[in-house]
């Protein structure tokens, strides 16, 4: 289920590649042209770039029964605006009053 919460304080960027794009999925409807796509989150967390989610066109009921394989087009990094900003560590002060001779 969608964490709408969590989902209003962050974006999600992503890249798709268009070559990949199995063009039978493009639904023709009164607007324009659409094409289906999920977006899942990688479960592992951050991959080598940095990317958090994957995206692939969306796949019928009988197509996810006989198991077919997904056509991934890309992937993408989460951006969340309500992580604290990572502070510096805080610095020793040096005091006049220490026992050291110089």
């Given at each position: ?13 992503f890249?798709?590649?268009l ?38 066109q969306?796949?019928?009921?009988e ?13 993408g ?26």
């Open positions: 289920m969608l964490n709408i919460y969590k989902m209003a304080n962050s974006i999600i960027n890249s798709i590649n070559d990949k794009i199995d063009k039978s999925k493009i639904i023709t409807g009164k607007k324009g042209k659409y094409l289906n796509l999920t977006l899942g989150s990688n479960r592992d967390g951050e991959d080598q770039f940095g990317n958090t989610h994957y995206v692939y969306s796949q019928s009921k197509e996810r029964e006989a198991k077919n394989d997904k056509t991934y087009l890309g992937n990094k989460e951006f969340n605006f309500d992580e604290p900003k990572k502070e510096a560590a805080p610095v020793a002060s040096v005091g006049s009053d220490d026992d050291l001779p110089f």
